[in-house]
């Protein structure tokens, strides 16, 4: 009877845990859980040289009409803010990401969560290819929600390290 009992709570509580949601899109994206589309936000700019990244596969990632940019300087040396549509930056980053290839990996995440809301600070490192040297640093500001079943993502908007911009040390590591 033991063993019974035992067996029946380890089920349930399986069947609630956060690890069991297994919510795939099309393209096999876990996007049931935040280390699954934080995953597939990274993988789907993974591309080798002279391939193109699949947008269909980014774009089940978005809520429609995602909004998207970064940050670049100004030849005043201020700053400016690239704005676009998620579509827009699909068709600006084509022909930048297939030349050389493109690698980008998490190395740091900060979360901050409030019910269905989730802002994720997401520090990365880039490449040309996955044993390549480190062509950039950055941090991705990433805006998601959870609709009770999976992520979407809003938004997201980065900005690359500098010597005069560099990553703060809390925003390496997890």
């Not at 002279?50 to 089940?60: F, T, V």
């Not at 600006?92 to 901050?112: H, N, P, T």
């Amino acid at each position: 009877m033991k063993k019974i009992f035992f067996l029946a709570l380890l089920t349930s509580i399986a069947s609630i845990s956060p690890a069991s949601a297994q919510v795939k899109t099309q393209y096999g994206d876990n996007v049931g859980t935040l280390d699954g589309i934080i995953k597939a936000f990274y993988d789907v700019v993974t591309v080798k040289k002279g391939e193109k990244p699949s947008y269909q596969r980014d774009s089940c990632l978005h809520i429609p009409d995602a909004r998207c940019g970064y940050i670049r300087p100004k030849k005043d040396g201020g700053k400016a803010l690239e704005y676009l549509t998620l579509k827009d930056f699909h068709k600006s980053s084509d022909e930048f990401l297939a030349k050389d290839g493109f690698v980008e990996q998490e190395i740091g995440r900060k979360v901050e969560q409030f019910g269905g809301i989730y802002h994720v600070w997401s520090t990365y490192e880039s490449r040309n290819t996955a044993d390549g040297p480190v062509i950039e640093r950055g941090i991705n500001s990433i805006e998601l929600y959870n609709d009770g079943t999976r992520f979407w993502i809003i938004g997201w908007f980065y900005d690359g390290e500098s010597k005069t911009n560099p990553i703060p040390k809390k925003y390496i590591g997890y």
